[in-house]
């Protein structure tokens, strides 16, 4: 079986999919106030779109999906996309990022489905009026409630926290203190420039170090040795039930392992976070290409898969990164 192996020798087997460009927060980091531009639904891959796709990239040695959007609960039947993907024998894990708004209602119908194994949620805060403030929207009792059901839950839990100067970097010994009783993983992430309109004006750079360094202030930090294609350096903490991560996201120290590539909600195939695609596949679908025309592209494609995030910025041709993390993908 021919498998995805980049110039690098770095083979591909995880594929981050977004199923809508929608959300129905407005988080300061990822979009502005107003939202964004979002594309009519006919420009979106259908659920029968996104089987065929994900069904040939696990025929050349995919076995992991993340489900993202926007926010994917917010796209109509996504319980039942998640139950056609269970049927895909060559998946072994679906993992699903969500802004937990809106998943408390799926909870067990999601612990049904054996290959959905770990939930990310976002939640940039614990403080009620803060989290409101940052997603602009008043929701955070039902994640709150949302995240206490999914640690008890048969899945794994872990939150995502990107930290952001001047906002929220006063509780990031909260967040530490939260895996003292409960078995969650907390990763923290550096901000990117995603946002929709580009880098934001920061009054202190909060990097992987910064944040290492104030997680050391108050507790005594073991590293673990972590999958080789981790996007976290991850830390245990004695006498805590659970874990701490960091994702640098923005430094981009993690890109030489990289094994995951992207599919936007419109169909772009996407090598790099930072890249600004390099395939509509939606059109070449569209066009009639067959399964095979598939395997062939995607085999091409990622040959093409630079180095590291900077050399993708690098090569961007529609200008310095401002996208939305809606539009992108999770």
Known sequence: MSTLIDSFGRQINYVRLAVTDRC????QYCMPAHG???????????????????????????????LTGGEPFVRKDFIGFLEMLSFNDLLDDINITTNG????????????LKKV???????????????????????????????????KSSMNLKLNVVVQSGINTDEITDFVRLTKDKDIAVRFIEEMPFNGKGQREMQEAWNYNTILNEIKSEFDVTEMKSEKSSTSRNFLIENHKGSIGIIPAFTRTICGDCNRIRITS????KNCLFDDGVFNLRDFIRNGASNQDLKELFLSLVKEKPENGFVAEANRTKGNVSESMSTIGG
């Open 101 to 112: 708004a809106l998943i408390y209602n799926h909870i067990e119908t999601l612990e049904k």
């Open 117 to 151: 194994k770990n939930i990310n949620l976002s939640i940039d805060s614990l403080q009620a009026d803060k989290f409101n403030e940052i997603t602009r929207r008043n929701v955070f009792d039902e994640v709150f409630k949302t995240m206490e059901a999914l640690e």
């Open 36 to 66: 964004i531009e979002i594309v009519p639904r006919k420009e979106l891959l259908s659920y029968k779109e996104m089987y065929r796709v994900i069904r040939v990239l696990t025929e050349l040695g995919v076995n992991k999906i993340r």
């Open 266 to 269: 419109t169909g772009t195939f």
């Open 24 to 27: 129905n927060l407005r988080c």
